[in-house]
DNA sequence: CGCGGGCAAACTGTTGACAGACTGCACTTG
DNA sequence: CAAGTGCAGTCTGTCAACAGTTTGCCCGCG
């Protein structure tokens, strides 16, 4: 989704984007269904097509203007990214992650977090030093101003940050498709104010790690904070079980049935060929 | 790619699969296009693929007797699962994996391997780790007879094993994806005779540490053995960089070109246009 | 009144065909 | 003789159409 936003770790640089991405020069290089699936990943975790929804091919390529090929391409992609579910002569749905998949996420996420902080500990230049420490004292700024949505977008700066100078560019995308999967859980942010102040602190913790240069405290911190991370999502997630249909190929036992469940997809018991008329 | 193997750790039963994926069963549950991507996969762990070799759609339509639009399918899934890189109106290429990559892999690997031996150790059952060691005992006894190829099965089956019991089905996958990513690189088994008494002694003491029920010794134990493992490849690999084409999305500066490169394509100077005529 | 069978609509899966783009080669020209 | 240019071939990107299947609804029957 967040291709094209500014280096990730702009801190100090506003990288006036020397390489302005011409419409044509788009259509050149990118395949029309890479654009769709873009376009559709976008929708998803912007919540334009919520998570369990059905995806209908013939609609989205009247949407986007493109025939079903590409859509079907960028589906089967997505699919395989993790995004959507299908199942054959039925559709592809928008996948609905689980609470236990959510708090594995969270794990995984861990791991790759303290990963690149102990790679960081090791390797990481002044500038590197410089980056963090400016996007934390932004980050305590915007905490102090209340600003949650400023913060909220700072925190995955930083994040990004990490990954990008402490993991290498597969680490990167992993994790970004860690969050993403993370974000189709629940849109609600899970950033409250109380929480920030702690959340900054252990922020702090890890740029004084890798400041330091102690790999192992580096990493401890830096899984302790996305740990605390999952923890704070526990708690303010009081919906328990919420089996939906995890990921195709891998539910060993079908039980409940590969869509979502035999009862009606939609909360509104909304029927199948919804008319939806116009944008949405 | 293995979506109907025996329960992945099967070390003990059989396992006489009783529910038998008929042909009829198989068409109607998975779509064409899956098929076709589980067979190029295929076809790419194998070697039948050789890595930087460029994917001809209408060939493999053919070979596998089906029309383009599967192909097209399965190699988009194929393209966001990171085994194969598309570049507009040229064409798709088996992706090569690059020494750095690699060894991100590696560690990668490592720290999802840490993480499940840790969460093991905190709930394996008598049934886990009865099976671990039955694993470790059998790769014992290949590793007298000199059976590497035994040895190589059951290294897979014993790390899938760790994975399967100690992380959700998410991490399970991943790591499963990133071995494929691993095997890309080099078709080579990098199980020697010497390596096999070191590396089955670390899952001896992987094993121990879980039966002890030490978190953090346990998930040391892993991590060093993937990192062992990642040293003997290292060791092995004289040949330096190798910069392939990594991944299309994610190569900030694209200098070398996202094909292979100018240099011709295939290290024997074979034509564009080869004209492979009958299955290889 | 509940239920099973049958029917129709919609959607997906697949195919074939057409247009555009790139590659490589041969030819012309300075 | 080298470099640039034009041309043909092949392949990818995209689209429109056909066939098969599932789904939901309606009607007849117990």
């Known amino acids: 989704m967040e291709d094209e936003n500014p280096p990730v770790v702009a801190p100090t640089m506003p990288e006036p984007r020397l390489v302005e991405p011409t419409a044509l020069e ?3 290089t990118r395949s029309l269904a890479s654009l769709v699936a873009q376009e559709i990943e976008a929708m998803i975790l912007a919540g334009t097509l919520a998570a369990g929804e059905r995806l209908n091919e013939q609609q989205l390529a009247v949407r986007l203007g493109v025939s079903r090929g590409p859509v079907r391409e960028a589906v089967r992609g997505l699919e395989r990214s993790g995004l959507v579910v299908s199942v054959r002569n039925q559709g592809s749905y928008v996948r609905s992650v689980s609470t236990a998949e959510a708090l594995e996420i969270y794990d995984l996420r861990a791991a790759l977090t303290g990963l690149a902080c102990a790679r960081l500990a090791g390797t ?3 500038a590197d030093r410089a980056a963090l420490e400016a996007l934390v004292a932004r980050m305590d700024q915007a905490r102090r101003a209340d600003d949650a949505p400023a913060y ?3 925190n995955l700066d930083f994040h990004a940050a990490l990954l990008a100078r402490g993991g290498g560019p597969r680490t990167r995308r992993l994790y970004e498709d860690l969050g993403n999967e993370l ?4 849109r609600r942010a899970l950033v409250e104010p109380e ?3 702690e959340s900054n602190a252990e922020h702090a913790g890890i740029v004084a790690a890798i400041a330091a240069g102690d790999a192992a405290a580096a990493r401890a911190a830096g899984e302790a904070h996305i740990a605390g991370g999952k923890r704070r999502f526990q708690s303010t997630d009081a919906s328990a079980t919420h ?8 539910s060993a036992a079908r039980d409940p049935g590969p869509p979502p469940a035999k009862a ?3 909360p509104g018991g909304r029927p199948r060929r919804a008319a939806r008329s116009a944008t949405n």
Chains 1, 2 share one sequence.
Not at 183 to 186: D, P, Q, T, W
């Open 183 to 186: 974000h189709l859980f629940r």
């Open 264 to 266: 009606p997809a939609a």
């Open 124 to 126: 990481a230049s002044a």
């Open 243 to 250: 089996a939906g249909p995890t990921h195709a190929p891998d």
């Open 152 to 154: 909220y977008g700072l």
């Open 26 to 28: 788009i259509v050149r």
């Open 195 to 197: 929480n920030m102040r």
